[in-house]
């Protein structure tokens, strides 16, 4: 059987120092990296658990048979952890394939569109009789979280280097795709979901976020490059990229 390094020689290979600093799931998952990297699993392997995973919380939320929000909640925790392993494991077995990084794009922000959609959505159905304003809400969650994601391909098409803005708090905090706090908060809304008034207040609360990430952002370019993110030249870049993208997948 192979010897694994020490936890502290596999976090400095596996996970980029400045991720560990800010990261308390990458701080925890090094634990369960250790057992897995003793097995022959790859990284599509693990992305492929996490789907089977991400579906299991989802039925946890959705069945009226078996409705039990706090056990699916806990299940996108662990999620969470598969997320953090994957890449360490293609770092530490050098294992890397284009294919491998569009599958774990794909999970990434199918499971942070679907976990939005519970958490603003399908949620609210088995606890209020009303739900359409805040399913409306969630519509609009939704289209800010994938505008945020569009906003952060503007900024790579444009070379803004992160590294002059990682000293930014809110620049980490913002630029970042937040899949993680939305899970956080759909664990405090499970726990206080059983006072109405508490629970839409943390739905304001988390749209009042984005909306102030999407301006942050947005501002944050203007200061730095003098012009408007949004702009066509930009825009088309930004699905060039994209385009490109989808045809280098092609062809693999």
């Known amino acids: 059987m192979e010897k694994l390094p020490s936890l502290t020689e596999l976090r400095d290979i596996c996970y980029p120092?400045?991720?560990?600093?800010?990261?308390?799931?990458?701080?925890?998952?090094?634990?369960?990296?250790?057992?897995v990297l003793l097995t022959p699993l790859t990284p599509n392997h693990i992305t492929t658990i996490r789907i089977f995973f991400l579906v299991l919380g989802f039925f946890f939320f959705v069945s009226k048979e078996y409705t039990n929000p706090l056990l699916g909640v806990l299940i996108f925790q662990f999620c969470i952890l598969?997320?953090?392993?994957?890449?360490?494991?293609?770092?530490?077995?050098?294992?890397?394939?284009?294919?491998?990084?569009y599958?774990?794009?794909?999970?990434?922000?199918?499971?942070?569109t679907l976990i939005y959609f519970l958490a603003f959505g399908l949620f609210i159905l088995h606890s209020y009789t009303s739900?359409?304003?805040?399913?409306?809400?969630?519509?609009?969650?939704?289209?800010?979280?994938?505008?945020?994601?569009?906003?952060?391909?503007?900024?790579?098409?444009?070379?803004?280097?992160?590294?002059?803005?990682?000293?930014?708090?809110?620049?980490?905090?913002?630029?970042?795709?937040?899949?993680?706090?939305?899970?956080?908060?759909?664990?405090?809304?499970?726990?206080?979901?059983?006072?109405?008034?508490?629970?839409?207040?943390?739905?304001?609360?988390?749209?009042?976020?984005?909306?102030?990430?999407?301006?942050y952002l947005v501002f944050l370019f203007w200061s730095i490059r003098?012009?408007?993110?949004?702009?066509?030249?930009?825009i088309s870049k930004a699905f060039s990229l994209i385009f490109n993208s989808i045809k280098n997948l092609r062809k693999v």
């Open 226 to 234: 003098k012009k408007f993110l949004f702009s066509p030249l930009l």
């Open 103 to 112: 599958y774990d794009f794909i999970v990434d922000h199918t499971a942070s």
């Open 17 to 35: 120092k400045q991720s560990q600093r800010h990261d308390p799931y990458r701080k925890i998952g090094v634990y369960l990296l250790k057992p």
């Open 131 to 215: 739900p359409l304003p805040i399913l409306l809400l969630d519509i609009i969650l939704i289209f800010l979280a994938n505008l945020c994601f569009f906003i952060r391909t503007l900024y790579t098409v444009d070379n803004i280097s992160k590294k002059e803005l990682e000293h930014r708090f809110l620049f980490r905090l913002f630029y970042q795709d937040n899949g993680r706090l939305i899970v956080n908060t759909l664990l405090i809304g499970v726990l206080i979901s059983f006072y109405q008034p508490l629970y839409d207040l943390l739905i304001l609360l988390f749209i009042a976020f984005m909306i102030f990430k999407v301006l």
């Open 82 to 101: 598969l997320d953090t392993i994957d890449g360490a494991v293609a770092r530490y077995k050098k294992l890397s394939s284009t294919l491998g990084e």
